[in-house]
């Protein structure tokens, strides 16, 4: 276990649902991010949390918004989806947002959008 | 239109081979690089990562060489696993509007280990 934990593991939703995810980390790190692995594409940072501030949004559709109540914890909150936003929806902590901090992932949400 | 999936490319090997996985990277300035591996229904997990004033890093079975020159990087694994296969992915620096880094990956590559 990496010490960072989502859920749910699986979501089937409509386009005209709303739902959360969630992450956990249990590491003691000060930075939390979402990505996104679909089929067509490499993995692909969406948002970046330092100290529960957001300190980047990749150009993701307002469809998708997170919260960072806290360090420790980390939300998507998705509602109006599209099925192509169909995917594994990761996410990763690290001690900071520093290119020579290992992140560490949980292991993803697999999400399918009828 | 038809969608076209992501093609993986696959490296297939026995068990006890050494398996060697490449990776190409973009930019000449990137001065670190990391390796990620992601089993199946697991979110990718650290591996071993190489600064760029290093043309090799060692670690347990594995080897990372980097070739800036050609902006090449390759992970070998000796004595190759079952348990070793996975989706390889090489990453490298990229730079956040905000100011800070974080790491960009490459499209991966697939080890299928074969008993």
């Known amino acids: 276990e990496t010490g960072v934990t989502q859920t749910p593991r699986h979501l089937v939703m409509g386009m005209t649902n709303k739902k959360s995810l969630k992450c956990e980390q249990h590491?003691?790190?000060?930075?939390m991010y979402w990505y996104k692995q679909s089929a067509k594409k490499p993995l692909e940072l969406m948002f970046v949390y330092s100290l529960e501030e957001r300190v980047e949004n990749n150009s993701v559709p307002s469809r998708f918004s997170p919260e960072c109540p806290n360090s420790s914890h980390l939300f998507l909150h998705l509602h109006t989806l599209q099925p192509e936003d169909s995917a594994l929806y990761l996410c990763?902590?690290?001690?900071?947002?520093?290119?020579?901090?290992?992140?560490?992932f949980g292991p993803g949400t697999r999400l399918l959008v009828l | 239109g038809e969608s076209v999936g992501l093609h993986l490319p696959t490296l297939s090997v026995q068990e006890g081979d050494n398996s060697i996985i490449n990776c190409a990277y973009s930019?000449?300035?990137?001065?670190?690089f990391i390796w990620y591996k992601q089993e199946s229904g697991k979110g990718p997990q650290f591996i071993i990562d190489?600064?760029?004033?290093?043309d090799k890093r060692q670690g347990q079975r594995v080897t990372v060489l980097l070739n800036k020159t050609v902006k090449h990087l390759s992970l070998q694994i000796a004595a190759t696993q079952p348990g070793d296969s996975a989706v390889y992915f090489c990453?490298?620096?990229?730079?956040?509007?905000?100011?800070?880094?974080?790491?960009?990956f490459g499209k991966g590559t697939m080890l299928l280990v074969s008993p």
């Open positions: 930019n000449s300035a990137s001065d670190y």
């Open positions: 590491l003691g790190h000060n930075a």
């Open positions: 990763a902590s690290s001690q900071e947002v520093l290119l020579q901090e290992t992140q560490y």
């Open positions: 190489i600064r760029s004033n290093m």
């Open positions: 990453a490298e620096p990229l730079g956040l509007n905000s100011g800070y880094s974080t790491l960009t």
